[in-house]
T-cell receptor, first 109, second 113 residues
Framework: GQNIDQPTEMTATEGAIVQINCTYQTSGFNGLFWYQQHAGEAPTFLSYNVLDGLEEKGRFSSFLSRSKGYSYLLLKELQMKDSASYLCAVKDSNYQLIWGAGTKLIIKP | TAGITQAPTSQILAAGRSMTLRCTQDMRHNAMYWYRQDLGLGLRLIHYSNTAGTTGKGEVPDGYSVSRANTDDFPLTLASAVPSQTSVYFC????????????FGPGTRLTVL
């Protein structure tokens, strides 16, 4: 079966750095996405990786290792507004997105 | 630009009743999707449409039907609602070019009693 694993919940301090991991086992790979979802709202696109390596976008970076079936989302200089769930999703061989259950990130002052 | 709109925002429905959730996008995206999101689970694909006039089944299609008469609209119909269909429903769309990133509507919170 296809599987995306992420930690259920993480806690970090305002101003710090946090890394959210995602491991996947899917039938084929056509890219990995990270989305942010605030409580009661829709998911919003953060990043996309299809090749190995690091993609940096402001305070957020995303890393991919296809050989290890592994990605992480790195958030720097954490702000209270970063409190949200972070969803990892992989596009499989049928070009459908397979979604992880999400990681709830709690930021403390 | 409105992006994707969904209606209603929320609804309480008696079991056995039918209901149509509406979804409209103004980005001229070819592909559209319906997901449900339940606590502790990832988003699960119900139905999708790669282009107007075509639809396909996702991971959890039973009890749901869709149509795609034009590019902009993609309604989801529950013919006879059951309590297990209580969920938050998200519509999304994507442009087939590039990474094919999906963009989501605000969601419909449905409670079936």
């Amino acid at each position: 079966g296809q599987n995306i694993d992420q930690p259920t919940e993480m806690t970090a301090t305002e101003g710090a750095i946090v890394q959210i991991n995602c491991t996947y086992q899917t039938s084929g790979f056509n890219g990995l996405f990270w989305y942010q979802q605030h409580a009661g709202e829709a998911p919003t696109f953060l990043s996309y990786n299809v090749l190995d390596g690091l993609e940096e976008k402001g305070r957020f970076s995303s890393f991919l290792s296809r050989s290890k079936g592994y990605s992480y989302l790195l958030l720097k200089e954490l702000q209270m507004k970063d409190s949200a769930s972070y969803l990892c999703a992989v596009k499989d061989s049928n070009y459908q997105l397979i979604w992880g259950a999400g990681t709830k990130l709690i930021i403390k002052p | 630009t409105a992006g994707i709109t969904q209606a209603p925002t929320s609804q309480i429905l008696a079991a056995g009743r039918s209901m149509t959730l509406r979804c409209t996008q103004d980005m001229r995206h070819n592909a559209m999707y319906w997901y449900r999101q339940d606590l502790g689970l990832g988003l699960r694909l119900i139905h999708y449409s790669n282009t107007a006039g075509t639809t396909g089944k996702g991971e959890v299609p039973d009890g749901y039907s869709v149509s795609r008469a034009n590019t902009d609209d993609f309604p989801l119909t529950l013919a006879s609602a059951v309590p297990s269909q209580t969920s938050v429903y998200f519509c999304a769309s994507s442009d087939a070019g590039g990474p094919d990133t999906q963009y989501f509507g605000p969601g419909t919170r449905l409670t079936v009693l």
